[in-house]
């Protein structure tokens, strides 16, 4: 139940946010009637870093003793309430193997591939609904052509940004299972969907135009690219592979007007000196928040404004110097950073800090997947107040949780058993069952169990028709 709770949430993710509150209370009704307080509090004294997360959310109930503004401030902490229940589930219960790990991450890309499916549909009805509509006359003021295709008019499900994080991540996992050992465990035709996949999802990242998740999108093929060279000694392969990427990404920015001046408008801010007080553009009004979030910060450096009244303080500088498109769409500091510091004081903004990276600087080798989540994360919490929404919080409480439990596993567990036999199902006979069922049940204990066997041949004495011919053969069966 654990599991396919854990699977379902992560396919939940990246599909509609209202279903994941009531698997996470689902997950805490499970985590209660599953008793084993002892074991619990053992697994949480042996991997506190998770509980660095709780403490932050702790942090915040405490900033509510010198908050002002106690519905905003109690509004906040039932948004990030998954900060404490997350790392709690996840890192008190048994230790996920390999397999299970696997199991919910595919979920998350399952998640992504029938989000991505549905925001495509949506668009082309819309596109087509929409000349419908104009070819008899019921309506004039139009999107022009392929709006419909493109950033907030794609993404049904969340905000542009926060889609082309979920969908990064489920990439990054994705060429995490092409790259390991090189691939070698995945059958050919796995591999070609891995692939196929990948390409969908990195132009799906593309015509949602969020700046930070094409940037991310770049990091990660230019990283692939990168492991190909110097790790596989495949030069061509790692030459062709930026070849593409070159090509891709400039026919994308020279064919399409809006990822063009999305790009166009980040590298304009980036030269002016002089930025309009009065603009809405979102690479503009950033700069300009983060100017006014370094004042309030400035202004409450040790205790922070309070829980609830961080947003009030940045509207209230709005206000004074006169930033009309900060103050009429209401924005946070649209840094997580910023936006902690400016609600909790330095000493908040130090625990994100430490909740995010000080498991990165532990010794001991690091599994690559939860570094580049990590490092995704860290970029967008530069440009969006992930923890102020609950996409965010709990999207970040999760695989945060998730990861570092995995990682906690690998380094400490759990233990790897190999049985070496002749005889196995598919075959069928007492021997196999047997063994099956012993494999089974290491499995759920929480081992991770590789089975050595021949080509399936008893009864007949003949290799079965789906393994003839094959030198060596790999297959997950399930438990």
């Known amino acids: 139940m654990h599991l396919l709770l854990l699977s379902l949430l992560a396919f939940s993710i990246p599909l509609h946010m209202r279903i994941a509150p009531v698997i996470i209370g689902l997950l805490l009704l499970n985590w209660l009637l599953g008793g084993q307080w002892k074991n619990k509090v053992i697994r949480l004294k042996d991997n506190p870093f998770a509980l660095l997360l709780a403490a932050l959310y702790l942090y915040y109930v405490a900033g509510l003793l010198w908050t002002s503004n106690m519905d905003s401030g109690l509004q906040d902490i039932e948004t990030k309430l998954s900060m404490l229940v997350l790392p709690l589930v996840i890192v008190s219960s048994p230790s996920l193997s390999r397999s299970a790990i696997h199991t919910i991450l595919n979920g998350l890309v399952a998640g992504c591939v029938l989000s991505m499916l549905i925001c495509i549909g949506h668009s082309v009805y819309s596109f087509y609904d929409e000349r419908w509509q104009v070819a008899h006359g019921l309506l004039h003021d139009t999107y022009t052509n392929v709006d419909f295709f493109f950033s907030s008019r794609l993404s049904v499900f969340a905000h542009p940004s926060y889609m082309a994080m979920f969908v990064n991540l489920a990439l990054l996992y994705l060429f995490y299972r092409l790259l390991s050992c090189g691939g070698k465990a995945l059958p050919r035709a796995k591999k070609l969907l891995l692939v196929i996949l990948n390409a969908c999802f990195s132009v799906f990242i593309f015509f949602l135009a969020s700046r930070m998740g094409m940037i991310t999108l770049l990091l990660s093929w230019i990283g692939v690219i990168v492991f190909i060279v110097v790790k596989r000694k495949l030069f061509l392969w790692g030459a062709g592979t930026l070849i593409l990427l070159i090509i891709g990404s400039w026919f994308l920015y020279t064919h399409s007007a809006i990822i063009a001046s999305r790009i166009d408008y980040a590298l304009e801010t980036l030269r002016s000196k002089k930025l309009d007080k009065t603009s809405s553009e979102s690479s503009a009004v950033r700069v300009l928040i983060w100017e006014q979030a370094r004042k309030v910060i400035m202004y409450h450096p040790l205790q922070g404004a309070g829980t609830g009244d ?72 530069l440009v969006e107040s992930m923890l102020e929404t609950q996409a965010g919080v709990v999207f970040f409480a999760f695989f945060t949780s998730l990861l570092l439990a995995a990682e906690y596993s690998r380094r400490n567990g759990p233990m790897r058993i190999m049985i070496l036999t002749q005889y196995f199902p598919p075959e069928v ?51």
């Open 310 to 381: 961080a947003k009030d303080e940045l509207l209230e500088r709005y206000r004074i110097e006169g930033m009309s498109g900060a103050l009429e769409h209401n924005l946070n500091a649209h840094d997580q950073y910023y936006q902690t510091t400016i609600a909790l004081g330095f000493p908040g903004g130090i625990l994100l800090l430490l909740a995010m990276f000080l498991p990165v600087f532990v010794p001991g080798k690091r599994d690559p997947l939860f570094l580049f989540f990590i490092l995704l994360v860290s970029l967008n919490f």
């Open 429 to 479: 006979g007492a021997p196999q069952n047997r063994l099956y069922e012993l494999g089974v049940r290491l499995a759920r204990k929480g081992a991770e169990v590789t089975v050595m066997t021949a080509m399936p041949n008893y009864p007949q004495m003949q290799v079965r028709d789906a393994y003839r011919g094959k030198v060596y053969f790999f297959e997950t069966m399930e438990k």
